[in-house]
C-alpha cells in the first residue's frame, strides 16, 4: 500500500522557516520524481517544486524561487522542503507527490499524493 506522510507544517512568522518533511512507502521512493504542491484555502493546487528520482535536477515555481529548497535522501525514502523567508501568502495545506517517472516532476505526472500538512504564515 502507497503512503505518503507529510510532517512539519505549522505555525511561522513571516520572514520565518520551515522544514516539511514527506515519508514513503509501498513503492520504490529512488525510482520516483518528487514534489511539493500547495492548496490555499478557497484557491486551486499550486505545483511549488520538484526534484528528479536521482536529486539530478530540480525546479521551483517563481513564487518560491530562492526562499523554498527541495531535497531528498533515497536511503531515508524521504523528502523535504526547506522554506524560508516565509511570507503570508504561503498559507496553505501542502501536499507531497510522488511521479509515475524518475524525471518528470509536474502536477500532471504525479501518480500518488499525501492527505497534507498546514502550513500557516501569520504574525
Known amino acids: 500500500q502507497v503512503q505518503l506522510v507529510e510532517s512539519g507544517g505549522g505555525l511561522a512568522q513571516p520572514g520565518g522557516s520551515l522544514r516539511l518533511s514527506c515519508t514513503a512507502s509501498?513503492?520504490?521512493?529512488?525510482?520516483?520524481?518528487m514534489s511539493w504542491a500547495r492548496q490555499a484555502h478557497g484557491k486551486g493546487l499550486e505545483w511549488v517544486s520538484g526534484i528528479y528520482s536521482d536529486g539530478s535536477f530540480t525546479d521551483y515555481a517563481d513564487s518560491v524561487k530562492g526562499r523554498f529548497t527541495i531535497s531528498r535522501d533515497n536511503a531515508k525514502n524521504t523528502v523535504y522542503l526547506q522554506m524560508n523567508s516565509l511570507k503570508p501568502e504561503d498559507t496553505a495545506l501542502y501536499f507531497c507527490a510522488a511521479a509515475g517517472y524518475k524525471d518528470y516532476v509536474y502536477l500532471d505526472g504525479m501518480e500518488y499524493w499525501g492527505k497534507g500538512t498546514l502550513v500557516t504564515v501569520s504574525s
Open positions: 509501498g513503492f520504490t521512493f529512488s525510482n520516483s520524481a
